[in-house]
């Protein structure tokens, strides 16, 4: 009996020093994501993150090796969940209804994470980070955009089959409205005239009679 009590205690001990680790950690990822992005990645310190987040540069360190893996943990999160939030709606209807739904979402999301989608292209896409992340981090951040960018290709393709969608090049088409959805978030103004909702709604259409009034 007493045998059993110690281990019990000693698996409540090791889980309590699991959420504890975790915690740091996601603390650690958010103070560094916010001085990421006011300050650019070379502009931010390690020491900077360690004093936002309330840890030692050595604490730091235990939980992430580098300043660079740091902040490719902070972009293949916000691409993780740019892409469940993107492609967690069912892909099903015709294919003019997938499409619209697809843009709304694409818009929604965009200025949604609009602030994620800031920091990406900040550090990613035109910055540092581009060059001085390995292979392999590479290919993982690109895997999101990979996702997407195929699952409106299967809409366009099934369209077009379909004779509904007149497109002549699927891919090409699908990369104009994948950037056309892509920096909404750039001009969007949360006090303008037109919601989230509405931008997104006239989206839809406009992408719509992309792909329907389209030349062979």
């Given amino acids: 009996m007493l045998e059993a009590r110690s281990v019990g205690r000693d698996s409540i001990a090791v889980r309590s020093l699991s959420t504890k680790g975790e915690e740091t950690r996601g ?6 994501g916010e001085l990421f ?6 502009a931010t310190s390690v020491s900077a993150i ?3 987040a309330q840890v030692s540069v050595p604490a730091l360190y235990w939980h992430y090796g580098s300043k660079t893996e740091l902040c490719y943990a902070y972009l293949e999160k916000m691409m993780r969940a740019f892409t469940d939030a993107l492609l967690e709606e069912p892909d099903e209807g015709t294919p003019v209804q997938r499409l619209r739904r697809f843009v709304r979402n694409y818009v929604r999301v965009q ?3 609009r ?8 550090l990613y896409t035109f910055g540092q980070l581009s060059t ?3 292979d392999d981090q590479r290919e993982q951040l690109n895997e999101g955009e990979r996702q997407v960018i195929a699952r409106l290709r299967l809409i366009l393709s099934d369209g077009r089959k379909a004779g509904v969608f007149r497109v002549r090049d699927v891919k090409l088409a699908a990369f104009a409205i994948a950037n056309a959805c892509e920096y909404a978030f750039q001009w969007y103004n949360p006090h303008g005239k037109l919601s989230g909702d509405q931008i997104a709604e006239e989206y839809a259409k406009m992408m719509e009679g992309l792909a329907v009034n389209g030349q062979d």
Avoid: M, N, P
């Fill in 132 to 134: 001085v992340l390995d």
């Fill in 27 to 32: 603390r650690i990822l958010d103070a560094a």
């Fill in 115 to 122: 602030d994620w989608s800031t920091a990406f292209e900040k």
């Fill in 111 to 113: 200025i949604e994470f």
């Fill in 37 to 42: 992005l006011e300050r650019g990645f070379e």
């Fill in 50 to 52: 360690a004093r936002a």
